[in-house]
């Protein structure tokens, strides 16, 4: 399984931005799919996972503020990430679980100024 993340970038507090993240090769399968979070000098976290029955959990910091969603027919999950602080900032990594394998894609930069 291949994990192609994009829509990081330079946004102002207060403003959007999305994420997407595509699945290829060997999917068929795939549960889970997802994003974390890692700032510098902290530990990876769980922003927010869906199932491929579309059930929804997320970090309480970004509750009420990030949508998860997916389209299973194009193996994309997408954030959509709504009133975005500086303490958002982060390197945002996908994510997809194929029992009882756990996948990442590469990290996309999100930096929020103030």
């Known amino acids: 399984v291949q994990l192609q993340a994009s829509g990081g970038g330079l946004v102002q507090a207060g403003g959007s931005l999305r994420l997407s993240c595509a699945a290829s090769?060997?999917?068929?399968?795939?549960?889970?799919m997802g994003w974390y979070r890692q700032a510098p000098g902290k530990q990876r976290e769980l922003v927010a996972i869906i199932t491929s029955d579309g059930d929804t959990d997320y970090a309480d910091s970004v509750k009420g503020r990030f949508t998860i969603s997916r389209d299973n027919a194009k193996n994309t999950v997408y954030v959509q990430m709504n009133s975005l602080k500086p303490e958002d900032s982060a390197i945002y990594y996908c994510c997809a679980v194929l029992i009882p394998r756990f996948y990442w894609g590469q990290g996309t930069l999100v930096t929020v100024s103030s």
């Open positions: 090769g060997s999917i068929f399968g795939i549960d889970r």
